[in-house]
């Protein structure tokens, strides 16, 4: 078999290429060994969210009594809350169906894909020869030789979300974003829920700010235990316990191992095509391509960030390459992530202390609390905050704990990918009452001193003011 792209895996990074280059004409090939729609569709982004949205609704009938309705204990199906998020799986899985994608002039193999030779893979005995190999095979779940963790039954994001039982006490493995949707996820359900994290949680994080999202974890019962380090698991089912290297002992009855996420490279025949591997991911440039300079890789195969929307902006970045033979170039300073709890944290561009260390003293810091923004407090949701780095005028990265923060970034988003000043950003109107004024307010806290202390503005509006008639 001949064809223009071959594209391995149909997760959210091959998907994207695949689509984008059949339907501008080209000849596409797609393998896929598991699922269509990989991690994202089934075992990622969309059930957690799923199972997040149920146990925000068991929240919001605990803390109603602040609205004057009497607040109730949930009563919670697990089985049928599994239902829920199987069903959110089910009605978006015809977007990334096989059945969709050779509707759309795509070859699709399920199979495994394997290089054979610098520009040949095989699949269920098939020889396929492209002009461009895209590798988006993803990542797993790292497992790492923690001592007895293969001797006692544990979760990964791959098995959670088949449970039909509720978790009586949930132990995770890891404080990274994983571990902490699932740990508030599992505390609003019933379960109760002890996270064990080595160094800090939601480390890559602002502390300042992740510190909203621990102290409201904290508060509702999640148990926290930082700066230990797992090194023994033993026990049965229903039993387990896992020990940190400082002496802790952490008893629950289920363990969730998150702690992040190993690159699929093996058994890809990498060698066979020249391909190099780096830390246990594939080596790329940043034109996305490997060491073979035919084949591409995206999404998480290259152990960078490894967000849906990130694998979709480099599919772009590909097919620009691929198709058009422009010489297209990644670049990562603008794009956002989202952490899913609520409140929700949520970065695009530099924290304060990568600001601090890329601008010094050039850097100017905006803060604003959403307990003066008139819709947060009619909602009683005036926990949380906007930090705006900003220099000569431009934001350089912002950062949001709160209600919707994962909302209120796109505007920052848009306003770092496409270099807006805070001057274009204060200038927008924006609609009453919404979370969304508070962007704009921070904008306008930027320039206050600059036009209310200010000597010449004070001097200019008097002097305006005598001429005028
Ligand atoms: C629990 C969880 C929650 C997440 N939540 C979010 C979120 O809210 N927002 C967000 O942006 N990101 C989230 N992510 C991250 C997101 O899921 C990943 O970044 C994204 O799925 C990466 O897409 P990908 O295409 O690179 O890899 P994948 O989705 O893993 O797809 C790779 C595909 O390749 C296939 N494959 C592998 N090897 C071969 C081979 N040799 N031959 C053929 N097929 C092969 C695999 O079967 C798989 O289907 C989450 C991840 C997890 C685990
Ligand atoms: N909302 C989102 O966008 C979202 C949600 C979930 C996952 N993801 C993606 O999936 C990736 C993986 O997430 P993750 O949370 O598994 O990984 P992670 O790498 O972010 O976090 C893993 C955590 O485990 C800790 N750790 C490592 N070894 C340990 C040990 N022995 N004992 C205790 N703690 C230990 C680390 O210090 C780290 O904080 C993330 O990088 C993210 O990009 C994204």
Redesign the pocket.
């Known amino acids: 078999m001949d064809c223009d792209i071959l594209v391995i895996g149909a997760g959210s990074a091959g998907l994207s290429v695949a689509a984008g280059a059949a339907q501008m004409g080209a000849r596409v090939v797609l393998l896929e060994k598991g699922e269509m729609g990989g991690d994202c569709l089934n075992y ?2 969309v059930p ?1 969210k799923a199972l997040l949205a149920a146990a925000a609704r068991a929240q919001d009938m605990r803390e109603a009594g602040g609205f004057g309705i009497a607040p109730v204990a949930p009563q919670v199906d697990y089985a049928a809350v599994m239902e829920h998020v199987a069903g959110a799986i089910a009605t978006i899985a015809p977007h990334d169906s096989q059945a969709r994608f050779e509707g759309l002039g795509v070859t699709v193999i399920r199979a495994h894909g394997r290089f054979t030779g610098p520009r040949t893979v095989v699949a269920d005995g098939t020889a396929i020869t492209a002009r461009r190999v895209v590798i988006a095979a993803g990542a797993a ?2 497992v ?1 030789p ?1 001592a007895g963790l293969d001797t006692v039954p544990y979760l990964t994001n791959e098995t959670l979300f088949d449970g039909t039982e509720l978790p009586g006490h949930l132990l995770i ?7 902490m ?1 699932m740990a508030q996820a599992h505390v609003r359900l019933g379960s109760r829920v002890t996270v ?6 939601l ?2 994080d602002d502390p300042e700010m992740a510190a909203l999202v621990l102290d409201r974890l904290r508060h509702e019962g999640v148990e926290i235990a930082e700066g ?4 023994r698991v033993s026990g049965q089912a229903g039993a387990l316990t896992v020990e ?1 290297e400082d002496g802790r002992r952490f008893e629950g009855t289920h363990l969730l191992v ?4 190993k690159p699929n490279v093996e058994g890809l025949g990498l060698e066979a095509a020249g391909i190099n591997v780096e830390r246990g991911a594939i080596k790329v440039d940043a034109r996305l391509r490997t060491t073979n300079p035919r084949v591409y890789a995206i999404g998480d195969i290259t152990g960078g ?3 849906t929307h990130l694998a979709g902006y480099e599919a772009g970045v590909v097919i620009r390459s691929v198709l058009f033979g422009l010489p297209a170039k990644a670049r990562y300073d603008h794009i956002p ?4 709890t609520d409140p929700e944290l949520a970065q695009v561009g530099l924290t304060e202390a990568e600001a601090r260390a890329a601008h010094g003293d050039r850097l100017e810091i905006v803060t604003e609390s959403y307990a003066g923004n008139d819709r947060a407090i009619a909602s009683r949701r005036t926990e949380g905050r906007i930090k705006l780095m900003a220099v000569k005028g431009r934001p350089v990265g912002v950062s949001i704990v709160g209600a919707e923060a994962g909302e209120l970034i796109v505007l920052w988003a848009l306003a770092l990918s496409r270099g807006l000043s805070l001057k274009d950003v204060a200038g927008m109107v924006a609609p009453y009452p919404t979370l969304g004024e508070l962007g704009k307010r921070a904008a306008g806290t930027y320039f206050s001193p600059k036009l209310f202390d200010n000597i010449w503005v004070k001097r200019a509006v008097r002097t305006v003011q005598r001429l005028l008639p």
């Open positions: 990622g982004c957690s779940p790292l790492p923690i493995l890891g404080g990274g974003p994983i571990g949707e064990i994290e080595a160094e800090q949680v480390g890559k230990a380090r797992a090194a940190a998150a702690l992040g996420r960030l490894q967000f992530r989202v952490t899913y």
